[in-house]
């Protein structure tokens, strides 16, 4: 079973950038759909960008153009590159496959993006 351990989050100035990292065991990562998520204080926990095998990206709507994600299949990693970040960026962020992610969700990492 994939394991996944999420690090990277921190406290931000609005504007700022962070890049998280999610480091996944098992040696069958490569063939996975590869998602980051969030989910602030009160909400639900939402996709937030995805990325392939094969590398093609997908971004939620609110975090286009400011977002990159990026993967190291020989080091079994996920990034997440964060620019311009806004408070409403603040959330838990976690990593997991998608569309239907293992239920074994790892610790996440707090962003926190206040002034």
């Known amino acids: 079973q994939v394991q996944f351990v999420e690090s990277g989050g921190g406290l931000v100035q609005p504007g700022g950038s962070l890049r998280l990292s999610c480091a996944a065991s098992?040696?069958?990562?490569?063939?996975?759909?590869m998602g980051w998520y969030r989910q602030a204080p009160g909400k639900q926990r939402d996709m937030v960008a995805t990325i392939t095998s094969g590398g093609s990206r997908n971004y939620a709507d609110s975090v286009k153009g400011r977002f990159t994600i990026f993967r190291d299949n020989a080091k079994d990693t996920v990034y997440l590159q964060m620019n311009s970040l806004k408070p409403e960026d603040t959330a838990v962020y976690y990593c997991?496959?998608?569309?239907?992610?293992?239920?074994?969700w790892g610790q996440g990492t707090q962003v926190t993006v206040s002034s």
């Open positions: 098992g040696s069958i990562f490569s063939i996975y759909t």
């Open positions: 997991n496959v998608f569309p239907i992610p293992y239920n074994n």
